[in-house]
């Protein structure tokens, strides 16, 4: 779900910066979508780690 949601932050951060040629706080969209991106990375490689842990 985190994927999903980074992803359109990043279209709308991309539209509204290149193609629409805004600026400011269209920032904190990209930034908004990089956190949620690392949140996603973060709990996927502890989810897989805790799944490793299980099969010792």
Known sequence: M???T????LIVWFVLKFLMHKSGMVHVIL???LTL??????QH????EYE???KD
């Open 45 to 48: 490689r502890r989810t897989k």
């Open 6 to 9: 980074g992803s359109l932050l």
């Open 52 to 54: 490793r842990s299980l």
């Open 31 to 33: 930034f908004a979508a």
């Open 2 to 4: 985190l994927w999903i």
């Open 37 to 42: 991106f690392l949140i996603q990375f973060a």
